[in-house]
């Protein structure tokens, strides 16, 4: 929690200088890659569909075209699988809650819309996630694998279009993976293709011309 706070607090700081805000949400498509100890890995894994949300700011950077974001996610990650030989049934759920930093690059416009590629890396803080084997249910807080920093590299595009002077939506697509996560000779990677929508709010003010008639 002290690790989220002060993230909430950083960002804050920042979005005193912030040209526009950004509200995200979207489903993702997570799966898990895990390898034991002993060089043997989980084939059967399969993929959920969870759910994740995001905020920050976006700036221009250096040109007109380039622009920073930095911003808050909270993202659940799951997967399910089984065992045939033996008829076991195992369920993962995690949430995590962390910072993402990512660059926009605006490709080409068509009229007032515009398409463009992205790229980020995310770190992020285990909040609460459970793990269901057979009828039993265990809570992985204090698990070596996953209560742990899951840093992740993310890559995608997306289309923006305005609203109004100071309101632009957009939709995108990232497909992100993590870097290991589990502990000892294990290896645990976690996988996301997420499709966002969101709102990008102008909230740079324009310096009105005081000067007194003559």
Request: aromatic share 10%.
């Amino acid at each position: 929690m002290k690790k989220i706070t002060l993230i909430l607090m950083l960002l804050i700081a920042t979005i005193a200088t912030a040209q526009q805000l950004y509200v995200e949400g979207g489903k993702s498509s997570t799966s898990f890659e895990y390898t034991n100890s002993q060089g043997n890995s989980l084939d059967n894994l399969q993929a959920t569909t969870n759910s994740y949300m995001a905020v920050g700011y976006s700036n221009q950077l250096l040109t007109k075209n380039l622009r920073l974001n930095v911003g808050l996610d909270y993202s659940s990650y799951g997967a399910i699988g089984s065992d045939q030989a033996v008829g076991n049934f195992m369920e993962w759920n995690v949430n995590y809650a962390g910072l993402n930093v990512g660059l926009d690059y605006n490709l080409f416009n068509i009229k007032k819309a515009s398409v463009y590629v992205k790229g980020g890396m995310s770190a992020a803080f285990f909040v609460e996630g459970t793990q269901t084997f057979n009828n039993s249910v265990i809570d992985l807080k204090n698990n070596d694998d996953f209560d742990t920093t899951l840093v992740a590299m993310q890559l995608g595009a997306g289309f923006s279009h305005p609203i109004s002077e100071d309101l632009s939506f957009y939709v995108q697509y990232l497909y992100g993976k993590s870097l290991d996560m589990a502990s000892g000779d294990a290896e645990l990677k976690i996988s996301s293709k997420n499709i966002g929508f969101g709102l990008l709010i102008n909230i740079s003010k324009k310096t009105a011309n005081t000067e007194p008639a003559n």
